[in-house]
Nanobody, 124 residues
Framework: HVQLVESGGGSVQPGGSLTLSCATS????????IAWFRQAPGKEREGVAA???????LYGASAKGRFTLVKDDAKKTLELQMDNLKPEDTAVYYC???????????????????WGQGTQVTVS
């Protein structure tokens, strides 16, 4: 049973920082593609950033220059370090995993087959 657990969400003022963590268990961590998505109230879920099994990284337009993926192979976690947060970053953030063949380092959510429950980030 694949399990992804997000943590690190919370409330922060504009300009502040948060680090989200995605813990993977029972998953082929080193051979997976892992991504972060987010969904704001009333909006569709959007891809934030993704990493493949060759450490290829893709950042969405909203993340470039402000968010950074940090992979901890020993802990089997993928962190999303978020700086200079803006109110429009307010959303539920989800971690997802899938096979590199299907996902690569893309943020096309239909290709990801394992999802966490999400963690709330509020910027105000």
């Amino acid at each position: 049973h694949v399990q992804l657990v997000e943590s690190g969400g919370g409330s922060v003022q504009p300009g502040g920082s948060l680090t989200l963590s995605c813990a993977t268990s029972n998953y082929k961590y080193n051979t997976a593609s892992i991504a972060w998505f987010r969904q704001a109230p009333g909006k569709e879920r959007e891809g934030v950033a993704a990493i493949d099994d060759y450490d290829g990284r893709l950042y969405g337009a909203s993340a470039k220059g402000r968010f950074t993926l940090v992979k901890d192979d020993a802990k089997k976690t993928l962190e999303l370090q978020m700086d200079n947060l803006k109110p429009e970053d307010t959303a539920v953030y989800y971690c997802a995993a899938g096979t590199p063949k299907a996902c690569g380092n893309s943020t096309q959510e239909e290709n990801y087959n394992a999802w966490g429950q999400g963690t709330q980030v509020t910027v105000s």
